[in-house]
Nanobody, 125 residues
Framework: QVQLVESGGGLVQAGGSLTLSCAAS????????MGWFRHAPGKEREFVAA???????YYADSAKGRFTITRDNAKSTAYLLMNSLNPEDTAVYYC???????????????????WGQGTQVTVSS
């Protein structure tokens, strides 16, 4: 089991930026695929981005060009840099951990076994 702790959420104006962090413990970090999902009011939780231990990233269409996922294996931490935020990005953001390799797509939340508690991101217009 992997323990995950997110941080970095908050209130930001439209057009601004935020960086979320997710600190992991409990398993060899470089062997874990780290993902970010978000859950907005009235919507289902959705995939945002994921990154393999090698650094290969995956992005949802809504994140491409605005968000960047990175990881520091030495610090067992994953990051999500979010630029050009808009009110539609308002949600609780969760990081999640999945084993590598997996037969399942890293775009699907069922692929992930462990989840953080979430951090609120609010974008004001």
């Amino acid at each position: 089991q992997v323990q995950l702790v997110e941080s970095g959420g908050g209130l930001v104006q439209a057009g601004g930026s935020l960086t979320l962090s997710c600190a992991a413990s409990g398993r060899t970090f470089s062997l874990i695929v780290m993902g970010w999902f978000r859950h907005a009011p009235g919507k289902e939780r959705e995939f945002v981005a994921a990154i393999r231990g090698s650094g290969t990233p995956y992005y949802a269409d809504s994140a491409k060009g605005r968000f960047t996922i990175t990881r520091d294996n030495a610090k067992s931490t994953a990051y999500l840099l979010m630029n050009s935020l808009n009110p539609e990005d308002t949600a609780v953001y969760y990081c999640a951990a999945a084993p590598y390799p997996s037969r399942r797509s890293y775009f699907l939340e069922d692929t992930y076994n462990d989840w953080g508690q979430g951090t609120q991101v609010t974008v004001s217009s």
